[in-house]
């Protein structure tokens, strides 16, 4: 039999677990043109949380009662199509199951040569691309300028921070625990860090971490550190929108403070994007992360959770800072 999980209500407020269901279902069988597909590594990602709305986004929403998917390496047990062989390993968005067959569209294949497997669900996947490309289209960080990251120690942020380093920046970051400001700037490089937890006041804080004020801003936690950041930006700054996991729980739409004053009177751009807005650039990024990797420029941190059931509890986690990097579930 195959394991499924499915979306079993629609969350209010902080998913748990009864949201999701565990069902069975026949093992399934490839078609002419088909492959079958064993999971073998599992991304969770804090923007699954959006999907779990039933509200218009940049993708479709999961529906209840049907199986979620998100970024999967799989391994081809058995092929009807030309294009894969039995053995290769793909990764694509795949749904919650144990085993599923596949026309191959969208699944690209990953060299474990190269990297570790788990590697292209986080570094050299989504989680890095989205770094390089969000800061490559539109931080455009120069030599000299100064680079502030929120969420600094996460899958995204890690990464991002890194490559400011790369780039000749100034980098600063903003986590939650003490550990996590050890990490960034004795593991990543970063050149200073801002406990927001312990921090009364933020713009306070980001004026002293950042005496030459805020270039770019790497935003993945929205509210109010955005607000704080913000108030710090200089002329012709440039704030990346990737995320705003202070939020993703909210039962109500917060209110802020205006911030059109702020853009105009230091023409600041401030533009949010999906890493799917860039796809055609995903291979020369994956290119360049992995050259870095390899002249040890870039490293990278896994959380990595046993077991296909604990999925849903391991997507929970990501709420309460528990990873360490990039959450991973291996089954």
């Known amino acids: 039999m195959n394991q499924v999980i499915l979306l079993k209500d ?12 565990f069902t069975e279902e026949e093992k399934p ?5 088909e492959i079958l ?22 993708i479709e929403p999961f529906e209840v009662g049907k199986p979620l998917e998100s970024g999967i390496i799989a391994e081809v047990l058995e092929s009807n199509n030309k294009n894969f062989q039995k053995g290769d390993f793909v990764n694509g968005m795949l749904e919650w199951k144990q085993f599923q067959t596949s026309n ?9 040569e190269r990297a570790p497997l788990k590697a292209y669900l986080g570094v050299l ?18 030599k000299g300028e100064t680079l502030l990251v929120s969420g600094a120690a996460g899958a995204v942020g890690s990464v991002a921070g890194q490559i400011g380093k790369i780039k000749g920046c100034r980098v600063v970051g903003i986590a939650g625990t003490e550990e996590k400001i050890d990490r960034i700037q004795e593991k990543f490089g970063f050149d200073a860090a801002i406990n927001y937890k312990t921090t009364d006041n933020m713009k306070k804080a980001i004026a002293e971490a950042c005496p030459d004020g805020v270039d770019v801003y790497f935003d993945n936690v929205g509210g109010e550190i955005l607000d704080a950041a913000l108030a710090n930006m200089n002329k012709y700054g440039r704030v990346i929108n990737c995320g705003a996991i202070s939020l993703y729980n909210k039962t109500e739409t917060p209110t802020g403070p205006r911030v059109e004053t702020t853009l105009i009177k230091n023409s600041i751009l401030m533009q949010g994007f999906t890493v799917r807005d860039f796809v055609k650039d995903f291979g020369p990024a994956q290119n360049q992360l992995a050259k870095w990797m390899e002249q040890d420029k870039l490293s990278y941190l896994e959380t990595v959770v046993e077991g296909f059931k604990n999925i849903p509890q391991a997507f929970i986690d990501l709420f309460d800072g528990k990873n360490k990097g990039k959450m991973i579930v291996v089954v």
């Open 10 to 21: 629609r969350p209010k407020g902080k998913p748990s677990l009864k949201d999701f269901e």
């Open 29 to 33: 069988k490839p078609k002419e043109g």
């Open 37 to 58: 597909l064993k999971t073998k590594y599992v991304s969770v990602d804090p923007y699954l949380r959006g999907r779990m709305r039933d509200e218009k986004s940049y």
């Open 104 to 112: 191959g569209n969208g699944l690209n294949k990953v060299d474990a």
């Open 125 to 142: 996947g989504l989680t890095g691309i989205t770094a390089y490309l969000g800061l490559d289209k539109i931080g455009k960080p120069q």
